[in-house]
């Protein structure tokens, strides 16, 4: 598998625009992971690593849409009811043993094989059966009711591409063209944790100056959502060579490493110097509000992530950045979440230059539009924030000002986590 360049985090600018960072991302990151096969059944948010090929049509032969009765067209009357003697039942499954004769009908139901000749599928509600035969309306067209092979999928062609992050339809795509099994990515090993004295674990009583360890939890659901298998290291002490050790540590066995907080310039940020003992490190400072600053280096061949510590912003930076570095990672298409757009419910102002994400949660208007409402309270500490709101506003870098009913691209979170 192919290695990450010693210099593929290197950036010596200023700050750096959001589509920047990403583009150089896209542009230096090669997959880490390997291949291996799967069951269908197993396959789901796996990044898929070859292209599926249609090996027969979808489906394999011409078939009823509908509960009716097939018929040649050329029998039927344009202007008044047509009378036909039933030759045959099909229903799905079977086939006639050979070619329907003209002048007939045979009773057929959703998804039994078009028998040979016939070219109509007349639906039961617009017929009467009567004394071994069927009398059906007029009006029908030539072809109704039919579905043609390979009307859903050609023999030959791709229906899946290699990168694609497989959602439960895919599945039954590659069920249809009778594929048991997927080459995917294997999950990437992501070894997490968290530094800092002052942090405990949940359920732990609290000293003061202590807090929980929230963003660690927050990390792993992001990480879990995405299908990485993730190793929790637990809260590592403001301990130099402590965090030297379990960093080289980890680096046996993982393919990333993630932290939040612990990577500024400060007595006390002492991860900043123990990636830079055993690697690199690059400072990003990225022009987005919340979340500026976020450190990626590697130590040898393993990337590191520093992640900021408020928990607005950790979850700003891994959804816009880390998102898209961890599928490239494994292989997979760096995609730019959906955006909706929706009517602004507030008035904002902001700094030019800079791309802004604002918390913010849905409502529906009397005459049925969407509103977007902003969260009362800004801070990136602010945890509750994320919990009680729908998603994210995003504004570009060139406005300065928004004033309500307005519209604006919204991001549902349910399209940004996982």
């Not at 360049?5 to 010596?12: I, R, V």
């Not at 030759?87 to 039994?112: D, K, M, N, W, Y």
């Not at 008035?347 to 913010?360: F, I």
Request: hydrophobic share 40%; net charge negative; proline share 7%.
């Amino acid at each position: 598998m192919a290695q990450l360049s010693d210099d593929c985090f290197a950036h010596g600018g200023p700050l750096m625009p959001c589509e920047d960072a990403l583009a150089l991302l896209r542009e230096r990151l090669v997959r880490v992971t390997e291949d291996e096969s799967l069951p269908l059944a197993q396959a789901l948010g796996r990044v898929l690593t070859e292209d599926v090929i249609a090996s027969a049509d979808v489906p394999p032969h011409a078939n009823s849409a509908v509960d009716g009765y097939a018929v040649y067209f050329d029998d039927l009357n344009r202007n008044s009811e047509t009378r036909l003697p039933l030759s045959g039942r099909l229903a799905a499954g079977q086939a006639l043993p050979e070619a329907q004769q003209p002048g007939t009908a045979v009773r057929i139901f959703t998804g039994a094989p078009l028998p040979q000749g016939a070219d109509t599928v007349m639906m039961q509600e617009d017929c009467r059966e009567e004394a071994g035969t069927v009398v059906i309306a007029p009006g029908i067209k030539r072809g109704s009711n039919c579905r043609s092979a390979g009307e859903d999928v050609a023999k030959g062609s791709r229906v899946l591409a290699a990168g694609r992050r497989l959602r439960a339809p895919d599945l039954g795509q590659a069920a249809a063209v009778g594929r048991r099994s997927l080459q995917v990515s294997r999950p990437l090993r992501v070894a997490l944790f968290s530094t800092g004295d002052e942090l405990r674990e949940p359920g732990e009583i609290l000293v003061p100056g202590a807090i929980h360890d929230s963003n660690r939890y927050t990390l792993i659901g992001l990480l879990q959502g995405l299908g990485c298998a993730v190793s929790d290291l637990g809260i590592l002490p403001d301990r130099r060579d402590h965090i030297t050790g379990a960093l080289k540590e980890a680096t046996q066995s993982h393919d990333l490493l993630i932290t939040s907080g612990g990577v500024s310039t400060g007595d006390e940020d002492h991860v900043k110097q123990a990636v830079e003992a055993l690697g690199q490190l690059h400072a990003w400072r990225l022009a987005i509000k919340p979340g500026r600053p976020i450190a990626l280096g590697q130590l040898g061949r393993v990337p590191f992530i520093g992640l900021p510590g408020n928990p607005a912003a950790v979850v700003v930076t891994f959804t816009m950045l880390v998102r898209p570095l961890l599928l490239l990672l494994m292989g997979g298409e760096a995609e730019a979440p959906l955006r909706f757009p929706v009517a602004a419910g507030f008035d904002y102002k902001k700094k030019p230059d800079r791309r802004e994400w604002v918390r913010a949660s849905l409502r529906r208007e009397a005459d049925g539009r969407l509103t977007a409402t902003k969260f009362p309270r800004d801070g990136a500490g602010i945890l509750s924030s994320l919990v009680e709101s729908d998603g994210l506003i995003e504004l570009p870098e060139s406005l300065t000002r928004l004033e309500a009913g307005a519209m604006v691209d919204f991001l549902p979170f349910s399209e940004l986590f996982g």
